[in-house]
């Protein structure tokens, strides 16, 4: 499996990417809003896009799905339930199933609501697995719920599908904000030194050559997975007084979120 991510230098900072079969030279583009430099890119490796993924529907994810399909005659999925959201969804989604990219290359959807309640990420059959997860998990951070979605189910899918994916997989997140999200790890847990350190090393990063984290990683700087932390949790009752002296995971993940909300 190749992996071209193309970083689109936008204003929301975003990432789109190209996953191809080596063998066959098909590729999957993935939220290509950036079309044009997506089908520049597919057109000077030799690749020909057969497949357009929106990991959601919002508009900076699928702004570039009809000029890349025009272009390439791409077949459009999305979420089973992104239908009345999405125009011009050929193949809907659901947790489990399974997209071939040319011959080589499998990737398993996973349904994973939190950002907005029709989101997927793809996780790659391989030998080191990648996960492309939109919106859903960003390097340091989580997706917001704003606009269609809920913390308790962001929580859900953090706890119950990504935390248990091994540890080894690669993370390709919709957006860069590696830094923003590491200062906010920070500001949570200062004595975490790992992430100190990776700030320190990615804080001026061209995003052309972005930091590929790992779950591994993750579950160290990314404060999301650090629930149990007693820094965090401390730090957490400084802006909740109320807080339990013994905080359930999913409540120190709300109180989070709606911190980082107004950070």
């Known amino acids: 499996m190749i992996v071209e991510q193309v970083w689109t230098g936008n204003n929301y900072r975003n990432f789109n990417y190209l996953i191809v079969c080596p063998e066959t030279g098909e590729a999957m583009a993935v939220d290509p809003l950036a079309h044009e430099m997506c089908l520049g890119v597919a057109k000077d490796k030799g690749w020909e896009i057969t497949q357009v993924?929106?990991?959601?529907?919002?508009?900076?994810?699928?702004?570039?799905?009809?000029?890349?399909?025009?272009?390439?005659?791409?077949?459009?999925?999305?979420?089973?339930?992104?239908?009345?959201?999405?125009?011009?969804?050929?193949?809907?989604?659901?947790?489990?199933?399974?997209?071939?990219?040319?011959?080589?290359?499998?990737?398993?959807?996973?349904?994973?609501?939190?950002?907005?309640?029709?989101?997927?990420?793809?996780?790659?059959?391989?030998?080191t697995p990648a996960l492309f997860c939109g919106d859903t998990l960003f390097n340091a951070g989580a997706g917001n719920c704003h606009n269609g979605g809920h913390p308790n189910e962001l929580y859900e899918t953090f706890a119950t599908q990504l935390a248990k994916l091994p540890d080894e997989t690669l993370i390709y997140p919709g957006h860069d904000y590696i830094e923003n999200n590491l200062r906010f790890t920070l500001d949570r847990e200062p004595d975490n030194a790992r992430a100190a350190g990776l700030l320190d090393e990615v804080g001026d990063q061209d995003p052309n050559a972005a930091y590929v984290s790992t779950l591994a990683l993750e579950k160290e700087i990314n404060t999301f997975f650090r629930l149990h932390s007693p820094t965090v949790i401390a730090r957490l009752r400084e802006a909740f007084p109320d807080l339990p002296d013994d905080p359930d995971p999913r409540t120190v993940f709300v109180k989070l979120r709606d911190l980082r909300n107004s950070w």
């Open 53 to 127: 993924l929106n990991t959601h529907e919002h508009g900076d994810h699928t702004g570039g799905n009809k000029a890349v399909i025009a272009a390439t005659g791409a077949k459009l999925l999305a979420h089973k339930n992104a239908k009345g959201k999405i125009p011009g969804i050929d193949i809907g989604l659901g947790a489990g199933d399974v997209i071939k990219v040319g011959r080589t290359v499998e990737l398993e959807s996973l349904d994973t609501p939190g950002h907005t309640m029709s989101h997927v990420c793809l996780l790659s059959q391989t030998d």
